[in-house]
């Protein structure tokens, strides 16, 4: 299949490219960076996905909005680029499905503001997707990762006490790998085709933890 993803020069979006070229599928990535992968099934623009004209691609057949910042651009990149990609690549014929990488913090509200109120905004925007692309007979979905080990993260992760003082933050004790979101990915997106319009919470209890005082 064809398969359209932004964000692909490191983290969850590098781990998710390079899970759908594993099983053979084409892959195209839009990123601000550089090409990371190196792969005959991929081919790289770069990209701002807000500021720059995207690019013309034909006959996406699943697209993955992953792309995403946490500075004072949140609302410019997170949400709205994020329309603009969908918009132009996602109501096509040969649509299978759309997920968004949104976050755990546009259920818990906790995080910088812009940044939950632009993966708030993902969630949202997920929902009218998925009434839209119905006709289509594809799904749109969302994910929202709580902690990850990645790039973005690498000032917690080393940091022995301030890692230690988040994954005592979950219920199972520990962050998710880029893989796992990536599995995540491939199922919502292939294996699925009866689940749609949902946000799929992937923080390892962390929203669930609480303390009972008696």
Known sequence: MK???TGTSRGIGKAIALKFLSLNHTVI????????INDNNYKHFECDIFNDELPDIDGVEILINNAGVQNQ??????????????????FNKNIK?????????ARTGSEFPYYVASK????????????RVAKLGATANSISPGGVNCELNQHILDDKFLYEQVLNETLLNKWASV????????????????????????????????????
Do not use: R
């Open 73 to 90: 651009n949140d609302i410019d990149v997170n949400l709205k680029g994020t329309i603009k990609v969908t918009e132009k690549y996602g």
């Open 179 to 214: 893989e796992e979101i990536a599995e995540w990915a491939y199922f919502i997106t292939v294996v699925n085709k009866s689940m749609t319009g949902e946000d799929i919470l992937i923080d390892n209890g962390e929203a669930s933890k609480y303390n009972f005082i008696w």
């Open 29 to 36: 990535g839009i990123d601000k960076n550089p090409k990371s």
């Open 120 to 131: 708030g905004g993902v969630v949202a925007y997920m929902k009218n997707v998925a009434q």
């Open 97 to 105: 499905s759309i997920l968004f990488n949104a976050s755990a913090s």
């Open 3 to 5: 398969i359209l993803i």
